[in-house]
């Protein structure tokens, strides 16, 4: 890739106010900063400027004991090319207390290239108007919130991220990242945003219609520990035949008691579980590499390339081949036509 093509610079605001959330702010800054270095080191002048802004400069200080400095304070006329507002803790309280950022994001957002709402950042975007109409998310702990406050926005509690054409919202902390790196990749290729995401050590591609959920961490928050230790004995064994008569002895249960007690627990049957992560499994592979799809179907315990594409339709909405197309990238996903991933 010829680097210099791409080297337009772009003004980042990170947009905080008191009770922002810290490492939402500090771990955008990293990404687009990282991606500065590997241009310096590639010879080329950094594409990123990028500022921290506040209504009113000055020191801000965040839900934590870390203080930000504020370079700049918002107005209507100095506009960034990308505009991050961060989340906070408080969304409902801090919103209130917040009135001028809402009036920024409204009077701003027709003209600048992105207006982003990170985690809880997406309140303010809404509350401007600016969601109406549209898909958006943000931290599965106030999604109820944001639909029930935003009845016009269309919101996808599940998502990591999502972009609406100039607009772009996500879930909290990591997936923020996530969302910062599907930028960098837009902009300057696949080559640095991989560099940049192995410096931070995280992964590049997780894409953004992604479950917030993945059936791992759901498997960690079920509460009956005996349920636990089967659903983690599942994921451990994905290429063996799992049947309902094993998973019951593993449970120490008849088999009618095992399925209530597991459908109680989890909120699926245990046919359901298994195959939503052979799924997972699958997407990951397709989505990390260029096995055949023969191959993805083995390692993720299907039968067959058959079966995994019947699955992969009834939980993605999308053939294997499809989503690999898709999500060979960042995952970015825009519009309506993007598939609905089910966790």
Not at 11 to 31: L, M, R, S, W
Not at 78 to 83: E, F, Q, W
Not at 161 to 174: C, H, K, L, M, P
Request: proline share 4%; charged share 25%.
């Amino acid at each position: 890739m010829d680097l210099s093509v791409r080297c337009r610079v772009r003004t980042v605001d990170v947009v905080v106010y008191p009770g922002f959330k810290a490492i939402e702010a500090v771990g955008t800054v990293h990404v687009f900063d990282y991606a500065n270095a590997h241009l310096r080191n590639a010879g080329q002048p950094p594409v990123y400027d990028i500022q921290i802004a506040a209504p009113e400069a000055g020191f801000v200080r965040s839900d934590t004991l870390i203080v930000l400095e504020a370079q700049k304070a918002l107005n209507s006329l100095s506009l960034p090319d990308i505009a991050i507002v961060v989340g906070a803790r408080e969304i409902e309280r801090v919103l209130a207390e917040t009135p001028t950022l809402v009036d920024w994001c409204q009077a701003v957002s027709p003209r600048v290239s992105r207006m982003v709402g990170m985690c809880s950042g997406s309140f303010f975007l809404a509350e401007a108007g600016l969601l109406n109409g549209r898909r958006a998310t943000t931290h599965w702990s106030v999604a109820r919130l944001l639909q029930q406050r935003y009845p016009a926005v269309i919101v996808e509690s599940d998502s990591i991220f999502i972009r609406d054409g100039a607009i772009w919202t996500s879930a909290g902390v990591t997936a923020g990242m996530d969302m910062a790196l599907a930028m960098v990749e837009e902009d300057l290729g696949r080559e640095i945003a991989l560099a940049v995401a192995r410096d931070l050590v995280v992964y590049l591609k997780r894409p953004g219609g992604q479950s917030q959920f993945s059936v791992s961490l759901n498997s960690q928050m079920t509460a009956h520990p005996t349920i636990r230790r089967v659903q983690e004995w599942i994921l451990a064994s994905l290429d063996r035949d799992v049947t309902i008569g094993e998973l019951a002895r593993r449970a120490v249960m008849s088999e009618r008691n095992f399925a209530r007690v597991f459908v109680r627990e989890t909120g699926h049957r245990p046919a359901e579980f298994v195959e939503i992560a052979r799924v997972e499994m699958a997407r990951r592979l397709l989505e990390e590499g260029d096995l055949p799809m023969k191959a993805v179907a083995a390692c993720s315990g299907f039968h067959s390339d058959d079966q995994m594409r019947r699955a992969f339709q009834r939980r993605c909405g999308v053939t294997p081949g499809a989503y690999r197309l898709r999500f060979a990238g960042t995952g970015v996903t825009e519009g309506a036509d993007a598939p609905s991933v089910e966790p």
